[in-house]
């Protein structure tokens, strides 16, 4: 039972997933990737996408940042930053689990 | 309308008028349809292929009570084939067990499941259904077992918005992802006993001072969706998030609308489905065009800054209030007519007449077919 759920904090060491109920679906007719989740339609724009593409549960936090940093051939530490907000703030609305 | 309207996002089936319970604010119209004025499953089955194909991506699969439609669960699987997020918007009687696990395997996505009140006695005094408490529960439980999105909705008005605290304690209880606080919206069933309904003003700021305090203290945990009250507001809601913008409905006879009490209108013609390809429909009937976007607004919505925002309100209560469906929704402040809702509220009984607890049961006219 999630009766006592209780709210994740984000760390290095988390592996987020996305929430059992969350799709990550392309739509052709928008031509864009969309996150159904309940009652509600999310467009995440590119390094949205790329962060949700590795909640698998599996990848840590801190594996993701590297990758991306790799990807995106930025610094380490900004990317930390703000990988960690992004994850916090769909932790927060219950559509990614850490 | 200049150019051409984007493919809607989300629709909302009302599959049906039937429902064991007899809600006294009950949003469907007050002339119920019965069941054999209903479409037929293959019917249903047409609409959710062209929905998908037109670029919906959420189906409200609602009534009525959706349930009792022995096809619901061909409509899911139909759905969900071609990606199509699924929501069941139902009253949870009947549903646990074989019913849910079917629904489930169909490839159901979301439950929402209404209490008309947070304790068995509410319930059953609201719903006008004895053992609806008990079978909310289990089908809300059974929902969380299998691993579907579960969201607890809890319609308020002046006989249980004393209980929010015990919402909250309840859709915690049952590890639901989602509370849907939504005071009661004043049409169809609701505006005819908007009387008995309404909760007073004291009532309504400790709400929403309650709320506030549950939500930063649930970060994270559960999500607590709040539809203010109308009549307290200052700026009207964007119903339908704008007119045959994102959304439309769909009545249980294949009536095609842009919202669902827009059949208050009586200027509109509604087309039917079948006539002709749902994405017409949608792209140009002249009852979705009639007050899309903001080409149709009159003042004080014409000029205002706030006009893709809420894009002027409510078209049906504007009709209802202010006697023209293109004028600003007199909830707005900026409406000549805004008066008028403070008005409506003195005609409201006084607190002290609420007596939420005990067992009075107000002169309800409570829902049923061929009520008129
Ligand atoms: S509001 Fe009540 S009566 Fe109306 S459909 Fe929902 S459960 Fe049934
Ligand atoms: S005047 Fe019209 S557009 Fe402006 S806030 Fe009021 S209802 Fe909305």
Not at chain 2, 77 to 85: A, E, H, I, M, P
Not at chain 2, 167 to 190: C, F, H, K, T
């Amino acid at each position: 039972m999630t009766a006592d759920r209780r709210r994740g904090i984000v760390s290095a060491q988390s592996r987020p997933r996305l929430a059992p109920y969350v799709r990550l679906r392309f739509d052709p007719v928008r031509n864009a990737w969309a996150v159904l989740a309940p009652e509600r339609v999310l467009w995440p724009d590119a390094i949205g996408l790329d962060i949700l593409r590795r909640c698998d549960g599996k990848t840590s936090i801190s594996a993701i940042v590297r990758e991306l940093a790799c990807e995106y051939d930025g610094q380490g530490q900004e990317i930390d930053a703000d990988v960690g907000a992004f994850l916090q703030e769909w932790a927060d609305r219950l559509l990614v689990r850490l | 309308m200049t150019q051409a309207p984007f493919p809607p996002i989300a629709m909302l089936a009302e599959l049906t008028h039937r429902c064991p319970l007899q809600c006294p604010y009950c949003s469907n119209p007050i002339d119920l349809l019965k069941a054999d004025r209903e479409m037929e499953t293959e019917r249903w089955l047409d609409v959710f292929e062209q929905v998908a194909a037109m670029g919906v991506l959420q189906v409200h699969l609602s009534g009525g009570e959706p349930t009792l439609r022995r096809d619901l669960e061909q409509f899911v699987s139909t759905l969900s084939q071609t990606g199509v997020y699924t929501n069941l918007i139902t009253a949870g009687v009947g549903l646990a067990g074989i019913r849910l696990e079917a629904l489930a395997s169909a490839g159901l996505d979301h439950v929402q499941v209404s209490f008309q009140g947070a304790n068995a006695e509410t319930t059953a005094r609201i719903g006008r259904h004895s053992g609806a408490h008990a079978q909310k529960l289990a089908a809300a439980r059974h929902a969380r077992a299998l691993g579907l999105a579960l969201t607890i909705n809890a319609p308020i008005h002046r006989h249980n918005i004393a209980e929010i605290p015990d919402y909250i304690d309840l859709a915690l209880s049952l590890g639901a992802e989602r509370l849907e606080i939504a005071n009661v919206q004043y049409a169809g069933w609701a505006l005819l006993n908007r009387r008995y309904l309404l909760p007073d003003g004291a009532s309504i700021e400790h709400q929403v001072a309650t709320v506030e305090a549950a939500r930063a203290r649930l970060v994270g945990v559960l999500e607590i969706d709040f539809v203010v009250a109308d009549h307290f507001a200052t700026y009207p809601k964007p119903c339908m998030g704008g007119w045959g913008r994102d959304a439309f409905v769909i009545a249980p006879d294949g009536l095609v609308l842009p919202c669902h009490a827009a059949m208050t209108i009586p200027s509109l013609r509604f087309e039917r489905f079948g006539s002709r390809p749902l994405a017409d429909i949608w792209r140009d009937s002249p009852a979705f065009n009639a007050f899309r976007g903001t080409d149709w607004m009159l003042e004080p919505c014409r000029s205002c800054e706030r006009r893709d925002v809420d894009w002027g309100g409510c078209r049906c209560q504007a009709l209802a209030l202010a006697g023209d469906a293109a004028a600003a929704d007199p909830v707005c402040v900026r409406s000549p007519l805004h008066a008028r809702m403070a008005m409506l509220l003195e005609e409201t009984l006084p607190p002290s007449d609420a007596r939420t607890g005990g067992d009075l049961i107000p002169p309800f006219a409570f829902r049923r077919i061929g009520r008129t």
